[in-house]
Each structure stands twice: as structure tokens, then as C-alpha cells.
């Protein structure tokens, strides 16, 4: 094997260990992904109780599994078009800071596993997408988390 193989080689066995892994769902016919860890469980659709007087992305609380937690519209939260509920809406459970939120998303779709040259950066952002990755042929939206949870409009 010459030098140049073997650098290539090692270059791509080097980003397939550097490669993080994804939770990938539709929003609004668009590819979102979050990082796997930051994922508890994904539910089905479940009785949610609404809260008078939250936010419009707020849809209220809901007890999974014995654990209460704050159901969120995250395509309003985004200002993207809300669609119609269906059979395939997921809530994606999460926590930030101590607090259980379920996130309602279109559809999950897969766990992708993505490497750092794959993954466009923002630095300075004022966005909840903190990064774009290409997959296959798509463009794929990471969101950031903290800022989508933390950040009220």
C-alpha cells in the first residue's frame, strides 16, 4: 500500500471514531437532528394537560412513565409551519437543567452517525441551529438544545 493509501486509510478511520451519533425527525419536511445522548426516550403520541396562559409552543404537561414533564410544540418554537397531528408525531424526551421537556416532533427518522467534516459550525449564532451537516443528500439542521429551551421570544 503506498503512503498516500495508507494516510487516507488511517484518515478515514480516524473520523469514523471521531463520528458522533444523531437522533434524526421531520419538522415540517425538513431533516432536524439532536445528538442521541441528549435523548432519554422517544414516546408515542400520550394525554397531555394544557397549562392556561403558557406560551403558544408550550402544549402542557404530560407524565411519562411516572415523570412529569413540559410538552413542547418544538415547530412553533422554531416558527416553522405547523402540520396537522398524525399517527407518526413523536415526543422526544429530554433534559436540560434539571427539567423533563418532550419535544413533538413530525416524525423520527434515524440515528445518523455524523464526523466532525461533516459538520458545519456556527460560531456566532442567534439561531437554535447551532450546526448544518451533510448526509447522503441532504442537509441536515443540529439543533442546539439549550438555546431552543432556554431561550424564550
Known sequence: MQTNELNATNNEEQERKSAHRWLSFNLSNKRYALPVDDVIEVVGQTDIASIPGSNE????????????????????????????????????????????????????????????????????????????????????QLIDLQHVLNNEE
Request: glycine share 4%; net charge negative.
Open 57 to 140: 409552543h408550550v402544549l402542557g404537561l404530560a407524565n411519562i412513565r411516572g415523570q412529569i414533564v413540559i410538552v413542547l410544540d418544538i415547530r412553533k418554537r422554531l416558527n416553522l409551519t405547523v402540520e396537522l397531528y398524525s399517527d407518526t408525531n413523536r415526543i422526544l424526551v429530554v433534559e436540560i437543567d434539571d427539567m423533563l421537556y418532550g419535544l413533538l416532533v413530525d416524525k423520527v427518522l434515524d440515528v445518523l452517525e455524523l464526523g466532525q467534516s461533516a459538520i458545519a459550525w456556527q460560531e456566532q449564532y442567534s439561531t437554535d441551529v447551532s450546526a448544518t451537516a451533510q448526509w447522503a443528500d441532504e442537509t441536515v
